[in-house]
């Protein structure tokens, strides 16, 4: 579905795949999510900071389900959307579900032989579902 050009993307479904925690491969990534780089999205979840407890934040991790994400393991690099404000502006924390929308890369970083990141998002606004 889109609204006014942005794309809704199920974050749920978006972050489950398998992908190898340490080797992994840009075309691990199924090619309906990689088909997703570049483009204006709407995504819902939970927002997810270990760096900061600040009400305010310029930086972020949005997962679909802070309590069940996570469920069949330990966290896997595709279950988190690093999250990111334009030009280190801030953005409200809110403790409960969000509606995210702004612009996605999808791209492996890696650093220190690690996979780091699969999704990227340059936000544009953050605020509650209800």
Same mark, same amino acid.
């Given at each position: 579905? $889109?609204?006014?050009?942005?794309? #809704?993307?199920?974050?749920?479904? %978006?972050?489950?795949?398998?992908?190898?925690? $340490?080797?992994? &491969? !840009?075309?691990?990534?199924?090619?309906? #999510? $990689?088909?997703?780089?570049?483009?204006?999205?709407? !995504?819902?979840?939970? %927002? #997810?900071?270990?760096? *900061?407890?600040?009400?305010?934040?310029?930086?972020?991790?949005?997962? #679909?389900?802070?309590?069940?994400?996570?469920? &069949?393991?330990?966290?896997?690099?595709? /279950?988190?959307? /690093?999250? =990111?404000?334009?030009?280190?502006?801030?953005? $409200?924390?809110?403790?409960?579900?969000? @509606?995210? =929308?702004?612009?996605?890369?999808?791209?492996?970083? @890696?650093?220190?032989?690690?996979?780091?990141?699969?999704? /990227?998002?340059?936000?544009? *606004?953050?605020?509650?579902? @209800?």
């Amino acid at each position: 579905a $889109r609204e006014d050009g942005y794309v #809704w993307v199920d974050l749920q479904k %978006m972050s489950s795949f398998s992908f190898d925690q $340490r080797n992994g &491969t !840009l075309e691990q990534v199924p090619e309906q #999510w $990689r088909a997703l780089d570049g483009k204006q999205v709407i !995504l819902e979840g939970e %927002m #997810w900071s270990t760096k *900061s407890s600040a009400p305010q934040l310029s930086e972020f991790d949005l997962v #679909w389900s802070v309590q069940n994400c996570c469920f &069949t393991g330990a966290p896997q690099v595709q /279950h988190f959307v /690093h999250s =990111r404000t334009a030009d280190g502006g801030k953005v $409200r924390y809110w403790g409960e579900p969000v @509606r995210v =929308r702004g612009t996605l890369k999808v791209d492996v970083t @890696r650093e220190a032989g690690q996979v780091t990141g699969v999704y /990227h998002l340059d936000v544009e *606004s953050v605020g509650p579902l @209800r």
